[in-house]
């Protein structure tokens, strides 16, 4: 498969089990090109947990689930070290963090404590065990969940666990047709069921590797820079953006040039993302946000008030 044509690929067998959502799932697609994490905000039943799984099966790719609760530990992710009776010595056992896709289902659900077990695996896949590095599988991609409506027995992400997430998207519910049309699909059998691998890891890591190679002009790179030091500056905003956001930005920018076929990367593709990328990691100030002041209507003023580059 050449690299242009896996990014579309993967798109294609994701919109045979996700009807009504290709503007996410390409967006979706491009974040596991360039290596950025997903967190999916949304409402139970649209189709999260199918999304994690059809990825790592149409890419012949390892999959493994957490399902967060309030008494999981972090060494339920990450793993632990059991004593060998027979060896007279301690032997590690992997968690599930050791996948090439991991889904954390409802991420909220766990205490503080739990999701920092996270934090090194997102940013260096990697994770320190008994004082020992352990490298993850790559490419290392991690889709979490989130119920955007309970808010019982959850605990909010603080602001080191958001920035690790290089988008945030809500998938939503269909229309009334394509609803109509997953009952027919789902009559049978699940359509994960029917899903065959399109592509490699290898055919992945060259597209990723390839997405490197898109070309972005001086003054595109100075509009992203620019976007992100004005969420400091913003007055409803307590803290703004981090570069990781920047670094997000002008990676899943070459991601989409690549999966839409283009050599270089246009300001309405910077614009396209910019909300995704940056809206849940602004810290908004109290009376702001208590005034029903969002981190999306923040970047939107954002993005009217700096000028295009031309």
């Not at 089990?17 to 290709?22: I, N, S």
């Not at 009952?183 to 590797?209: F, G, I, K, M, N």
Request: hydrophobic fraction near 45%.
């Amino acid at each position: 498969m050449t690299i242009i044509t896996t990014p579309r690929a993967i798109a294609a067998g994701l919109a045979t089990v996700l009807h009504g959502q290709d503007a996410n799932i390409r967006k979706i697609v491009s974040a596991w090109i360039a290596g950025l994490h997903v967190l999916l905000d949304d409402y139970p039943g649209t189709g999260k947990t199918t999304l994690a799984k059809a990825l790592a099966r149409l890419v012949e790719a390892s999959f493994s689930r957490v399902q967060f609760t309030p008494d999981l530990l972090p060494s339920d992710i990450v793993g632990v070290s059991i004593f060998d009776a027979h060896t007279q010595s301690f032997r590690f056992h992997e968690g599930p963090v050791f996948a090439h896709v991991l889904l954390a289902d409802e991420i909220n659900r766990a205490s503080p404590r739990t999701q920092s077990a996270l934090l090194e695996a997102m940013a260096e896949a990697q994770v320190t065990v008994d004082g020992q590095r352990r490298v993850l599988p790559q490419p290392y991609f991690v889709i979490a969940t989130q119920n955007p409506v309970e808010q019982a027995g959850t605990y909010p992400l603080p602001e080191a666990q958001m920035d690790r997430f290089g988008i945030r998207l809500g998938l939503g519910y269909v229309s009334a047709e394509e609803e109509e049309r997953l009952l027919d699909y789902t009559a049978a059998r699940h359509p994960l069921d029917q899903l065959v691998p399109c592509a490699t890891v290898s055919d992945l890591l060259a597209a990723r590797e390839a997405s490197a190679g898109i070309r972005v002009a001086p003054a595109l790179r100075q509009y992203i820079v620019a976007l992100v030091h004005a969420t400091r500056a913003h007055p409803a905003v307590h803290m703004g953006a981090s570069p990781r956001a920047s670094i997000a930005l002008f990676q899943l920018a070459r991601a989409l040039a690549l999966f839409d076929g283009a050599a270089f990367v246009t300001p309405d593709a910077i614009q396209e993302i910019a909300t995704d990328v940056l809206a849940h990691r602004l810290a908004l100030d109290p009376q702001a946000r208590y005034s029903g002041t969002t981190g999306a209507e923040v970047v939107r003023d954002i993005l009217a008030r700096i000028p295009v580059p031309v």
